[in-house]
């Protein structure tokens, strides 16, 4: 993604079970500044949701993160979150990061 070239030719995707999906329904996201579409984002339909149900159904109770019971998924998160923080010394990363939010 582009910040600084968005166009309404740009679509957005779900992500479920790790994968970008489409849906067979796109709705124009307005930018707040110029009241012009910015790009397109997915309008998930009630016949498109069984896969996200399927999925929220694999993941425990207790979710996925818990640290009680999954140290090492914990552990692997505190260091991704370091590895976001560095790389948000960047200036380059973190004014792409400004334009998108």
């Known amino acids: 993604m582009d910040p600084n070239n968005l166009s309404v030719k740009d679509k957005g995707f779900n992500l479920v079970k ?19 579409p910015m790009m397109k984002y997915p309008v998930t339909s009630l016949e498109e949701i ?13 979710g996925l993160h818990n640290p009680f019971k999954n140290k090492e998924r914990y552990l692997m998160l505190a260091e991704v979150n370091r590895k ?13 990061f400004v334009k998108c939010v």
């Open 18 to 36: 790790g994968n970008w999906t489409t849906t067979k329904e796109y709705k124009d996201l307005v930018d707040p500044l110029t009241g012009q």
């Open 50 to 62: 069984d896969p996200f149900i399927e999925s929220l159904k694999s993941c425990p109770k207790s």
């Open 84 to 96: 976001v923080v560095e790389t948000m010394q960047d200036p380059e990363v973190f004014n792409f």
